[in-house]
């Protein structure tokens, strides 16, 4: 089992920067494909990055493309979202969540794919 803390979100203005991290409990986090999922209100939650176990491969959202970029440090027990250019449409709850698989290099892009969430952290951009 994996417990997930967030921490980085905060108010920005439109084409600033923000990086997220998500720290995980448990010393078996580099076995978690881990990815980000956001939140506006109003809307349903929505795919924005993941990443496999060994960070050897990635997926992000078409919407956050070339903007974001998802890492991972398993001697830290750490993944991150690094979100350049932000637009105020980026405004949203940003949960991170963990799902057990080892060696695949395979990523979810489906919310349903994880079993473990974070509490979330609120991103504000203002225009």
């Known amino acids: 089992q994996v417990q997930l803390v967030e921490s980085g979100g905060g108010l920005v203005q439109a084409g600033g920067s923000l990086r997220l991290s998500c720290a995980a409990s448990?010393?078996?986090?580099?076995?978690?494909?881990m990815g980000w999922f956001r939140q506006a209100p109003g809307k349903e939650r929505e795919f924005s990055a993941a990443?496999?176990?060994?960070?050897?491969?990635?997926d992000y959202a078409d919407s956050v493309k070339g903007r974001f970029t998802i890492s991972r440090d398993n001697a830290k027990n750490t993944v991150y979202l690094q979100m350049n250019s932000l637009k105020p449409e980026d405004t949203a709850v940003y949960y991170c969540?963990?799902?057990?698989?080892?060696?695949?290099?395979?990523?979810?892009?489906?919310?349903?794919?994880?079993?473990?969430w974070g509490q979330g952290t609120q991103v504000t951009v203002s225009s």
């Open positions: 990443i496999s176990w060994s960070g050897g491969s990635t």
């Open positions: 448990g010393r078996t986090f580099s076995s978690y494909a």
């Open positions: 969540a963990a799902v057990l698989a080892p060696y695949t290099d395979y990523v979810y892009a489906r919310s349903s794919d994880y079993n473990y």
